[in-house]
T-cell receptor, first 112, second 116 residues
Framework: GNSVTQMEGPVTLSEEAFLTINCTYT??????LFWYVQYPGEGLQLLLK?????DKGSNKGFEATYRKETTSFHLEKGSVQVSDSAVYFC???????????FGSGTQLTVLP | GAGVSQSPSNKVTEKGKDVELRCDPI?????LYWYRQSLGQGLEFLIY????????KSGLPSDRFSAERTGGSVSTLTIQRTQQEDSAVYLC??????????????FGEGSRLTVL
């Protein structure tokens, strides 16, 4: 079956630090991959996505590259801000599935 | 409102009682999903509605759980004879098209259920 594994948190960084949140997946076929973000007091929202191998999704300074050879979709940002503090979820949509499969989420706290 | 609306935002109940959670999706969105988020766990898929098609109930954990969607819009998730392990945040999401609109789901803020 489909599954997503992401690095456990919580992650605490200082402002302007480099961020990596690891995500690996298991899926049948060729899934589409996503990062969702949940800011405090808000619903989850799509941050970025990639639909095929070697695609790079990007948004708000965040990037993730779809690596088929390593079945990974790691989230990166070069310089985090306090406003990036949130929970980040990696997810996939595979084959005929009509629902996303999510990882367990990673809590990020950025200190000023 | 413009987003997905869920109610109640918080619900505390006693073991054995029934609860109903409501979701009002974005107008015009044909697909509606319920997920459950337990402490330290990912989002667990529960049920999916698409238009007038039969719902995909494959994620419902037991027959105490049921959901309906009236008129292709508002949905209600019902948990009968609640147990402590039902304590979680129940999230509703909608999308414009089937298959999550290419993966873009719009989530509500969730209903936090605590079973004492």
């Amino acid at each position: 079956g489909n599954s997503v594994t992401q690095m456990e948190g919580p992650v605490t960084l200082s402002e302007e630090a480099f961020l990596t949140i690891n995500c690996t997946y298991t899926a049948t076929g060729y899934p589409s991959l996503f990062w969702y973000v949940q800011y405090p007091g808000e619903g989850l929202q799509l941050l970025l996505k990639a639909t095929k191998a070697d695609d790079k999704g990007s948004n708000k300074g965040f990037e993730a590259t779809y690596r088929k050879e390593t079945t990974s979709f790691h989230l990166e940002k070069g310089s985090v801000q306090v406003s990036d503090s949130a929970v980040y979820f990696c997810a996939l949509l595979s084959g005929s599935a009509r629902q996303l499969t999510f990882g367990s989420g990673t809590q990020l706290t950025v200190l000023p | 409102g413009a987003g997905v609306s869920q109610s109640p935002s918080n619900k505390v109940t006693e073991k054995g009682k029934d609860v109903e959670l409501r979701c009002d999706p974005i107008s015009g969105h044909t697909a509606l999903y319920w997920y459950r988020q337990s402490l330290g766990q990912g989002l667990e898929f529960l049920i999916y509605f698409q238009g007038n098609s039969a719902p995909d109930k494959s994620g419902l954990p037991s027959d105490r759980f049921s959901a309906e969607r009236t008129g292709g819009s508002v949905s209600t998730l019902t948990i009968q004879r609640t147990q402590q392990e039902d304590s979680a945040v129940y999230l509703c999401a909608s999308s414009l098209t089937p298959s999550g609109g290419g993966g873009e789901l719009f989530f509500g803020e969730g209903s936090r259920l605590t079973v004492l």
